[in-house]
């Protein structure tokens, strides 16, 4: 039998299991699917927004892929910094892929940054996807405007939750606290800035249309800002999604205020040169932007011509970055592992049995879809390897050795402890299935106990 581990329960990893185990090539491949949290999932529990539903429902595929007889889930296991090395898990398993993301955010590089109440939108998701590393408890206290610095998917994201009434996400997993603050939340003026031009923004057609649904807030578009992008006026050449893009934000331009209680504005060829800070020093109160023009080239100059947003809440949402795993090699510069069609590559050689799929393997590009060709490939080269792989003898059942090495894994059992536990929360607060925002809750629910909030994360 070819005993696979895979390091990673997201979309990438689940994926790559299930091409292991349903191909007809290789027969008896057994896989662990390894998280260092207890629960599944990755970015679709964690990463997609409270009120996507239909994005969240991919979670019953990912669950089925879970549950295939020769596929188990093991949580709460550690790898890399103060975890399990590559070493110690190629001697448990034949083969080992990493499918562990692009686990950190890419930063803008200009003076305040760090400024209280400079964040990344990383950290803004983790709040509102009640991730337990969550380390902000609160962003909203004295803030009326924010400034989402990016116009990708992630940042139509938080500037929604950020506009929609706490009442329309009460129906949804959005933890308690979060809940909470959204609800007493002052922010009426939201303002999502790009450096280049609408035809060039990086958000799909369907998430964008989003922010037009919101009952109690409007989109509002300089007309100006869009004149300034050289196929504004003929969109012909664009690509579907861009021209479908262009046309909204047209739509928006041309339509009059209602004054609702929320604003966002979608701003344009604005590129942030500072964060402001308030008179006392003591946390954003602006952010300074230079005007950009098309250099016809595809890319923006900066015109000397500048302008302040205030804002007392900024979220950066402009990318993310791969980090180094200890042990394995890393290309600094593109933020991935060196491989060739996912075998993992040292000093140019294919390690035996290292493998990698996702954005680690390929960096953060592409929607969810586009890790399953990503993770079939890697697959297809893992077992094209395989006669070679399974020479080497591994432990029958690596459980017992993990737990040896000091892990204390959580599997399928554990997983769906929490499920329960978060569904009873739920009903407790008269809502439906509330997310467990913290470590000590998600392992004792995981072992059986009741939730208990702690007066920190309780609304």
């Not at 098309?294 to 950066?316: K, M, W, Y």
């Amino acid at each position: 039998m070819l005993r696979v581990a895979v390091v990673g329960s997201g979309p990438s990893g689940v994926y790559t299991a299930q091409a292991l185990v349903e191909q007809q090539t290789v027969p008896d491949v057994q896989v662990h699917v390894l998280d260092r949290l207890p629960c599944p999932y990755g970015l679709v529990r964690y990463g997609v927004a409270p009120d996507h539903e239909k994005i969240k429902s991919l979670q019953n595929n990912l669950r089925a892929v879970l549950e295939h007889p020769r596929v188990s889930f093991l949580g709460n296991v550690h790898v890399g910094t103060g975890g399990l090395g590559p070493e110690q898990l190629l001697g448990l398993y034949h083969a080992v892929v990493y499918c562990v993301g692009a686990a950190t955010d890419r930063r803008l590089g200009i003076p305040g940054e760090t400024l209280p109440g400079s964040f990344s939108a990383t950290e803004f998701v983790s709040w509102y996807s009640a991730h337990p590393d969550a380390a902000v408890e609160s962003f909203l206290p004295g803030a009326r405007s924010a400034v989402v610095i990016g116009v990708g998917n992630v940042a139509v994201d938080v500037a929604r939750i950020l506009a929609r009434g706490a009442d329309e996400l009460r129906p949804t997993d959005l933890p308690q606290a979060a809940l909470g603050a959204l609800a007493e939340s002052q922010v009426n003026e939201v303002h999502m800035v790009g450096r280049r031009g609408p035809s060039q923004a990086r958000f799909t057609t369907k998430e964008l249309r989003e922010l037009g649904t919101l009952p109690d807030a409007e989109v509002a578009v300089d007309p100006a800002e869009l004149a300034l992008d050289p196929a504004f006026a003929d969109t012909s050449g664009l690509p579907a999604v861009n021209r479908r893009n262009v046309e909204a934000l047209r739509g928006w331009a041309e339509q009059p205020s209602r004054h609702p209680a929320r604003r966002i504005h979608l701003r344009f060829f604005l590129r942030p040169v500072a964060l402001l800070p308030s008179p006392s020093g003591d946390r954003v109160a602006g952010v300074r932007f230079e005007r950009t023009a098309p250099d016809g080239h595809g890319g923006v100059v900066g015109t000397g011509s500048f302008e302040d947003i205030d804002a007392q809440l900024v979220l950066r949402s402009v990318g993310y970055r791969g980090v180094p795993l200890p042990g394995l090699p890393f290309d600094a510069e593109r933020g991935t592992v060196p491989n060739a069609e996912g075998r993992v590559l040292r000093d140019g050689v294919p390690s035996p049995g290292e493998y990698v799929a996702g954005w680690i393997k390929r960096g953060p590009t592409g929607v969810i879809g586009t890790n399953r060709p990503c993770a079939k490939q890697t697959a297809g080269a893992l077992l094209a390897d395989a006669p070679t792989l399974t020479q080497r003898p591994v432990p029958e059942d690596p459980r017992e050795a993990l737990r040896r090495m000091g892990q204390e894994p959580v599997e399928w059992s554990g997983w769906q402890a929490i499920e329960a536990a978060e569904a009873e929360l739920g009903r407790s607060l008269g809502r439906t299935t509330v997310k467990i925002p913290d470590w000590a809750g998600l392992l004792g629910a995981a072992d059986g106990a009741s939730y208990e909030p702690s007066p920190s994360r309780s609304a």
